[in-house]
């Protein structure tokens, strides 16, 4: 397929995406088809587009913080107010009593939710989703980059979306089907909001060997899940050993583990990367993020964090 695709080079691609939209719609689920689904390079120009057709000067989006940094990045890129509301307590879970006030009093016309959440890795109660979709007077963005490593029984947003017509879902190739540098995002809507989001995208935006090679990894949907499964145990196990050994972790639904709690985090930091461990200094100011890798990189990081952390906890 992408021999043919590169053969053919000389020509535009399909502007629409007309196949590569209807086989995410057959992997999504859900009663889905290619009119309510569309595709973008990378879910960061999914989020612009968003903004383009929804937001933009004298508009308004929120989110709750800490959560996705590009969110108001690509705001701001969009002229688009970017007015923050805070997680509250200790796990930075959204309480939905707190979301829908935040949300009735800056009236924001785009609101994103980020499910799981990152950097904390907890998926939202569908019901906090309905709550906020109910309370918002314009679009509801549900952010679901990591959807694939939600635990069992953790449902989709994709589940309220004949309920809420103002409802978006995206997703991103990115995280389960390792496929970052084909840059492909994608969302689930209302056909509606389709048709919008078509009047602000440019003209043969997504190349065709990116469309073919998106297509043919939806086709071994099956094998690649299959990997996301073992990584869903490799992070459970993670949690377990964590919570055996002390530190305070955040309920996962994603690739990633927060954890602490640390007097300086940027020293526990430092001295993993001594032993050849990289986390990620990110969210709550005594936390610590790390990927889920191999058992192999995953033994590596409990020595270090072991012998690491002694000091500064």
């Known amino acids: 397929g992408v021999e043919e695709a590169a053969a053919g080079l000389n020509r535009y691609p399909d502007r629409d995406a007309t196949r590569l939209r209807a086989a995410l719609a057959g992997y999504l689920g859900h009663g889905l088809d290619g009119t309510r689904v569309w595709a973008a390079n990378g879910s960061n120009e999914i989020l612009q587009q968003i903004l383009q057709a929804f937001g933009g000067p004298g508009r308004t989006a929120t989110g709750f913080e800490p959560s996705y940094s590009m969110h108001p990045v690509i705001s701001r890129v969009t002229s688009t107010d970017w007015v923050p509301a805070e997680r509250s307590g200790r796990d930075f879970g959204l309480d939905p009593r707190a979301a829908v006030e935040a949300v009735r ?55 309220l979306l004949e309920e809420y017509p103002r409802l978006i879902v995206s997703r991103t190739m990115s995280k389960a089907f390792a496929l970052a540098g084909a840059r492909v995002g994608y969302l689930a809507a209302h ?31 099956d094998e690649l899940q299959s990997q ?54 990110v969210g709550p100011p005594h936390m610590l993020r790390v990927t889920v890798g191999t058992p192999e990189e995953m033994s590596a990081f409990r020595d270090a964090l072991l012998q690491v952390s002694d000091h500064h906890r």
Do not use: C
């Open 228 to 281: 996301v499964k073992q990584l869903r145990q490799e992070r459970d196990a993670l949690v377990e050993w964590l919570r055996s050994h002390g530190f305070t972790v955040a309920e996962s639904d994603a690739n990633f583990v927060l954890f602490g709690d640390f007097t300086d985090r940027s020293a526990v930091f430092a001295g993993m990367l001594e032993h050849g461990v990289l986390v990620r200094e």
């Open 191 to 221: 056909p509606a909001v389709i048709d919008a989001l078509q009047l602000v995208r440019l003209p043969y935006h997504l190349s065709a060997v990116t469309q073919v090679v998106a297509a043919t990894a939806l086709e071994f949907a």
């Open 105 to 159: 009093r800056n009236r924001p016309d785009v609101v994103f939710l980020t499910s799981p959440n990152n950097p904390t890795g907890t998926a939202l109660p569908l019901e906090t989703i309905a709550a906020v979709a109910e309370a918002a007077p314009g679009m509801v963005v549900v952010d679901e980059a990591y959807a694939e490593f939600r635990r069992e029984g953790t449902p989709s947003a994709l589940t």
